[in-house]
């Protein structure tokens, strides 16, 4: 069984930062592509950035130069760096991991229970 948990939510002044954690455990053969994503109320959840195992990043326009996604494969944990935080960036922030379990496996879409960044003075 996969296991994705995030940490790091909490609330935080307009300007500040927080850093996002997506930690995966269980059986893992490999993991392919991770995104994170987010919904606010009232709105369909959003990529806001994606790390492959191999190749560029990607963000979301509205946080490109704020917002930074890295991953440490040794520990199946990928980061979300947020800096310069606005009131819009207010919501409930998911990870999605692409993973294989086995050797033979199919890959398979895993996602995380979500952890709240609020942002407010």
């Known amino acids: 069984q996969v296991q994705l948990v995030e940490s790091g939510g909490g609330l935080v002044q307009p300007g500040g930062s927080l850093r996002l954690s997506c930690a995966a455990s269980?059986?893992?053969?490999?993991?392919?592509?991770v995104g994170w994503y987010r919904q606010a109320p009232g709105k369909e959840r959003m990529l806001v950035a994606l790390?492959?195992?191999?190749?560029?990043?990607r963000y979301a326009d509205s946080v490109k130069g704020r917002f930074t996604i890295s991953r440490d494969n040794a520990k199946n944990t990928v980061y979300l760096q947020m800096n310069s935080l606005k009131p819009e960036d207010t919501a409930v922030y998911y990870c999605n991991a692409f993973l294989r379990q086995g050797i033979g496996d199919y890959e398979r879409s895993y996602w995380g229970q979500g952890t709240q960044v609020t942002v407010s003075s």
């Open positions: 269980g059986s893992i053969f490999s993991i392919n592509a």
């Open positions: 790390i492959p195992r191999i190749g560029s990043t």
